[in-house]
């Protein structure tokens, strides 16, 4: 890291920190697919209500209004409920979201699909601090080190700026709570000599003051041969409160993920070379499948690195100015250096019988601030309660890459001899150097009016002006090209909720968003003088908490279109004009059957669709963008006996169908995967919990890769034991 980038770490950690908002979990409630945090309270076991949707949140509006009151969707995955189903790493979390896929692609670990839209349609943020381009700064982090996972459906442009089309995740980091001393731990061992360790604390400094931190560690030998992978992350907080009338808080994390020769999927083969085909693929005249007796084979070079080491600082500071207003400021750096330097892309020689591998070496060295300032009022005007806030935010990021592609030998399918990456590069067809710098500036505003005491309007506004800046220079060539582009758009959204009753709300929202044709810090000449896409989405639904509080449901309907991606014509020429759509159904529920008994449940059926796009001069209109299923169901169940200390779990995920190309010509079977736990309450203190992953061994492909015919295989039948306490 450079020595301004240290500076600026410095100078974060030391200054006046962000705004804690204390939200305590407990394990007996169920998160919601709503914008919800899960309150400490009794637990729904107990028989206590679930007052989820009265608690506030931001993660889909800075107005501090209530789960009831915010017309939008937000799926919350709480650290208890991730740690009752078994979620350990951020792809297995995202995946017990309804209507929610994930997995990995060479360059983007951890890349999601919401909603019919996959790859840069979804923003991504930590505490609230987003990346510019979420693809580049996403990673597939361990979930221990997050109090929660906030995911907003739907364009979200209003709250996260530009990219957050179909949706924008949210990672919120254990947070320091005044007045609280806690810990936990755990401890983790399983298949593929799979380890986990991790432990955390909160404790009062003084009266108004708190710390807390978190440590993580794992590593794992993964179920690919020779992909061993290993991960540190580190997070710390600190809270101030000199006043009732200023809070302050900081905020320092390091997150480092390390895997050796990496696995990045499987080609497919002609079904009349395969040794051993399954049913998993289908590809119609082109005869390819999945060949399940090479699936473990690991085509990287030997000695192939993919690594990141990533650095977020946070501060912010908040002043009740009066009884009614109230200043905020919030100011953030993040720092990240990436390596890939495999062989990423294969390849099947049909004439050769071999296996065709490229050769990839990439670095990044990404540095982002951001400061935003606002001002909230929340109070009466005539009579009636309103909430309005205002505010400036300022992103800049400076971005360096090394880029080099080429090619290595080919290798036998069967038995692959693999070899090193090269000493040089120096006669890779592709080598260049790129510098990008993106200078974000937004001024926002929000506002939500109870026109009655049942009925709640909230509208928001929110302008972006966005300048681009990037240098490439073509070592091949001796060439230095630089271009850019400035952009300036304006995206809003218009929303109301109806309490019928007092546990029952009717909601229903307009919004719309703007993202990038691809993204803005890798972006050709060609791509950055195009214009950004655009994206509008209609939603109605209804939240209800019946039973005492024991029962918690959510549904909703939806439409989301965007305009203007990119289309290709016979010949290569480029342009805007295509246009893609997803209508869809999404529920969730939460049940406190008996005080023994709970279960959660979800389901998400859509229809996404290209309404008009043309490719390489082939229509697609009609077809299904790669990589999306229509059909996702979760069903998670817990049972405790009343005699003795044991909980039996099981659960059921289904994922649809996929295509692995947008001409839908190779087609990837669904597949339904059971998992199953039981957990004993030691008598010193602590809960073990054995737990079985995939259970009938399904043999499956969850993700394509950049390549439509390399696919990423699932992990086999599988089995952990954890323990993990509280203090």
């Known amino acids: 890291m450079s020595s301004t980038a240290w500076r600026a770490v410095l100078l974060v950690t030391l200054g006046a920190a962000s705004v804690s908002i204390a939200s305590a979990d407990d394990g007996g409630t169920i998160a919601l697919d709503e914008i919800s945090v899960e309150g400490q309270g009794a637990a729904a076991v107990e028989g206590a209500p679930i007052k989820i949707l009265n608690r506030t949140t931001e993660a889909a509006s800075r107005l501090g209004l209530t789960v009831r009151e915010t017309p939008a969707t937000v799926n919350v995955l709480t650290q208890e409920r991730l740690q009752e189903q078994g979620s350990r790493s951020l792809i297995e979390a995202y995946q017990s979201a309804p209507g929610v896929v994930a997995g990995n692609l060479p360059g983007e670990p951890g890349v999601t699909a919401i909603r019919g839209f996959s790859r840069g349609a979804v923003g991504y943020s930590v505490d609230g601090v987003r990346a510019i381009d979420p693809l580049i700064a996403s990673r597939n982090y361990d979930a221990y080190s997050f109090d929660r996972i906030e995911i907003l459906k739907g364009p979200a442009s209003v709250v996260s700026g530009s990219g957050a089309l179909a949706g924008t995740i949210n990672l919120v980091t254990r947070k320091p709570e005044l007045g609280v001393t806690k810990a936990d731990a755990l401890l983790s061992y399983g298949s593929f000599d799979t380890f986990r360790a991790g432990a955390s604390f909160n404790t009062p400094i003084s009266e108004n003051a708190a710390a807390s931190a978190s440590v993580l560690y794992g590593r794992s030998g993964g179920y690919v041969n020779d992909t061993d992978s290993e991960n540190v992350q580190v997070t710390t907080g600190l809270t101030l409160k000199p006043t009732d009338r200023l809070t302050i808080t900081a905020a320092f994390d390091y997150f480092r993920d390390d895997f050796s020769t990496a696995y990045f999927g499987t080609p497919l083969v002609p079904r009349d070379d395969a040794k051993n085909p399954s049913g998993v693929v289908s590809s119609g005249d082109q005869g390819l499948v999945l060949d399940k007796s090479i699936w473990k084979k690991n085509y990287n070079v030997d000695d192939g690195v993919m690594k990141s080491d990533a650095i977020w600082a946070r501060t912010s500071a908040a002043f009740q100015l009066t ?109 260049q150097n790129f510098d990008s710098t993106v200078d974000n500036t937004a001024v926002f505003l929000e506002n ?64 719309t968003a703007i993202a990038p044709v691809s993204g803005l810090l890798l972006s050709n000449s060609t791509r950055a003088g195009l214009d950004l896409t655009t994206g509008k989405s209609i939603e109605a639904g209804v939240k209800t908490s019946l039973f005492n509080g024991r029962l918690v449901a959510t549904a909703s309907v939806y439409q989301i279109e965007q305009h203007d991606i990119i289309r290709t014509y016979a010949g290569g020429r480029t342009e805007q004009g295509g246009d893609q759509r997803s209508r869809g159904v999404e529920f969730d529920v939460s049940f406190a059957v008996t005080e023994q008994w709970r279960v959660n449940a979800n389901a998400s059926i859509l229809q996404a669709e290209f309404t008009k796009l043309e490719e390489g001069g082939a229509d697609r209109k009609g077809n299904r963008p790669l990589n999306v299923p229509e059909q996702t169901f979760n069903l998670w169940t817990t049972y405790r006996l009343a005699s003795i200390p044991v909980t039996f779990g099981a659960g059921v995920r289904h994922v649809g169908d996929f295509y692995t190309d947008n001409a839908n010509t190779i087609r990837v079977d669904g597949r339904t995967l059971l998992d199953a736990s039981i957990a004993y309450d030691v008598p010193v203190g602590g ?20 390549s439509s015919t390399q696919v990423y295989v699932g992990a086999p039948r599988s089995f952990d034991v954890t323990y993990s306490v509280k203090f």
């Open 323 to 431: 009884d009614q207003w109230t200043l905020k400021n919030d100011f953030a750096f993040y720092n990240a250096n990436r390596l890939w330097r495999n062989s990423e892309d294969y390849l099947y020689n049909a004439g050769t019988k071999q296996i065709d591998r490229g050769l990839t070496l990439i670095s990044h060295d990404q540095q982002s601030w951001t400061n935003r300032t606002s001002a909230n009022f929340d109070g009466e005007i005539g009579g009636r309660r309103n909430r309005f806030v205002a505010g400036l935010e300022y992103m800049r990021t400076d971005f360096g890459s090394r880029r080099r592609f080429g090619s290595t030998t080919s290798v036998d399918p069967y038995d692959p001899d693999r070899g090193d990456f090269p000493d040089s590069t120096a006669g890779f067809g592709t080598r």
């Open 448 to 511: 939500a009016l109870n026109v009655t005491p049942e009925w709640i309007v909230v509208g928001g506004l929110r302008h972006d002006w966005i300048n681009l800046d990037r240098t490439v220079d073509d070592l091949k060539a001796g060439t230095t090209t630089r271009f850019g582009n400035d952009y300036s758009t304006t995206t809003w959204r218009l929303g109301t909720v109806y309490d019928l009753t007092p546990e029952v709300s009717l909601f229903g929202q307009y919004t």
């Open 687 to 706: 809960t073990l919990t054995l737990r079985g992953r995939n259970l009938t061994n399904r043999f499956y492909a969850e993700w394509s890769g950049y």
